[in-house]
């Protein structure tokens, strides 16, 4: 399919684009450039556990991770983006991370 019709390509494309260029306006960092696989730094451990709490309670799916699995100091929430992803939802996650992130004094 990939080979024949590159509408998914685009599609994941796109909402990697959108998705890690409206997090860094908002202020996160996002490990990586250019990936599906979009860690949004936090260092903390107890921090980003209770971010990703607050997304899930917002109907967003992400994954806190901190030492052993990561670096210690390096603990991180873990987005990954899908082509299956519409706009709507993509931006949906990045509203949640904006309420999330301002409610926990990530950023401004």
Not at 19 to 37: C, E, N, Q
Not at 39 to 61: C, N, Q, S
Request: glycine share 6%.
């Amino acid at each position: 399919m990939l080979m024949t019709d590159s509408s998914f390509k685009d599609s994941l494309d796109a909402n990697v684009k959108l998705f890690r260029s409206s997090m860094t306006d908002l202020g996160f960092t996002i490990a990586g450039k250019d990936h599906p696989i979009a860690p949004v730094m936090l260092g903390d451990a107890k921090l980003a556990a209770t971010f990703a709490d607050k997304m899930h309670e917002r109907g967003v799916y992400v994954v806190a991770f901190s030492y052993p699995v990561v670096p210690q100091g390096k603990a991180r929430i873990r987005v990954q983006i899908s082509a299956a992803h519409s706009t709507d939802q993509i931006n949906h996650a990045i509203n949640a991370f904006a309420d999330v992130g301002r409610e926990l004094g990530v950023i401004a």
